[in-house]
């Protein structure tokens, strides 16, 4: 995507149209390709994955993962994996924002300091 990425689309099946962000449950998942960035709640954290497949479609490795305490924390940490991912700071920026606003209708307040 370019700097015209908008919110994310969905088809009349309800599933999500071209490289966009989506929520599975209580996870919000990013997909382009191979690649897959999730984030969910965990415990008290918050835990960003970033997973690939292989070349000739192996098992899915994880390539990165971490917890963070404070929300703002994580997303931008969506962001810095998608952008690794899909080499579109547009399109990191766009999930950052995303990802944020799924973790705001969670109603977890952001108080607490990362260590």
């Known amino acids: 995507m370019g700097s015209d ?3 994310i689309r969905f088809d009349q099946g309800g599933e999500p149209v071209g490289d966009a ?8 998942v990013w997909r ?4 897959e960035v999730t984030l ?3 415990g008290n954290a918050w835990s960003v994955v970033y997973t690939s497949a292989g070349r000739l479609i192996g ?6 993962a971490a917890r963070h305490k404070r929300a703002n924390h994580a997303a931008w940490d969506v962001m810095a994996r998608v952008i690794r991912a899909s080499d579109d ?7 950052a924002r995303s990802a944020a ?6 109603g977890i307040p952001d108080d607490e300091p990362d260590d």
């Open 101 to 106: 606003q799924w973790m705001r209708t969670l």
């Open 32 to 35: 382009q390709g191979r690649a």
């Open 89 to 95: 700071e547009e399109e990191g920026l766009r999930a």
């Open 59 to 64: 098992p899915r490795q994880t390539v990165y």
């Open 40 to 42: 969910e709640r965990d």
């Open 5 to 7: 990425a908008g919110p």
């Open 21 to 28: 962000a989506i929520i599975e449950g209580r996870m919000f």
